[in-house]
């Protein structure tokens, strides 16, 4: 079972989230995590992550991204700067198109390679779907098995 840290911002919309996607993880409010995933920088925290956690953080917060870069985790970043991780390369109403621009290797070991790949978001923002995707792909999911409608 893969613990998931996050921000209270995000806690209910995660839990919702492991579940429907039927991910073998749990929310701890534990510092020993497998993963995090973090929109405000909380430098007490971040200090007491173990090294080999992966952070999913929100990529245009730049005091976030700054202190992160201070620490030896992996970190996957989400936002529409160019340099992040994960970004989106079109929106509408009912869909994104979201950008893997690096290579991201999930807890099992597995490598996803840069892609794009449509996703269907009625209720989350572009930024939560960001988010909550590289969860999804962290936790192993596959990219094309991916919808995150009604969350």
Known sequence: MLLVRCDK???KMTEKFLKEMNLSAE?????ICDVCVMEETDAAFIHNIPADSIIIANGDNH??????GQ?????????????CTITLSSITDEEIVVCIQRNITDLCGKCI??????VKTKSLTPHDAMLMYALALVCGE????LILEGR
Do not use: H, S, W
């Open 9 to 11: 911002r995000f806690k």
């Open 63 to 68: 005091d976030l991204v700054m202190t992160l």
């Open 27 to 31: 929310i701890t409010d534990d510092d």
């Open 142 to 145: 596959k990219p094309d098995k």
């Open 71 to 83: 620490y030896n985790n992996k970190v996957i970043t989400c936002g529409l700067a160019g340099i």
């Open 113 to 118: 390679m840069p892609q794009e790949i449509p």
